[in-house]
């Protein structure tokens, strides 16, 4: 589907998938870049999920 136009569409978008019965989401390094560009959602990441895995290649949350 692409990027999400923002912070806010890229968090609606991880609440449906949570919702809809997903538990993980993980970050290949390649969309790291993610994190530093949609700032809220990499906010809302480590606010609202547990990150159980943080290396050079992944990053993982699921949650709480």
């Given amino acids: 589907n692409g ?10 978008e991880l609440k ?9 989401i993980a970050i290949a390094w ?7 560009h949609y700032r809220e959602f990499s906010n809302y990441l ?3 999920l547990t ?5 050079e290649h992944w990053m993982i949350f699921r949650q709480k």
């Avoid at 449906?16 to 993980?24: D, E, I, M, S």
């Avoid at 390649?30 to 530093?36: N, V």
């Fill in 3 to 12: 990027p999400p136009v923002d912070s806010g569409a890229a968090i609606e």
């Fill in 16 to 24: 449906r998938k949570l919702q809809a019965g997903a538990t993980h």
């Fill in 30 to 36: 390649p969309a790291f870049w993610w994190l530093d």
């Fill in 46 to 48: 480590r606010t609202n």
């Fill in 51 to 55: 990150q159980s895995l943080a290396s």
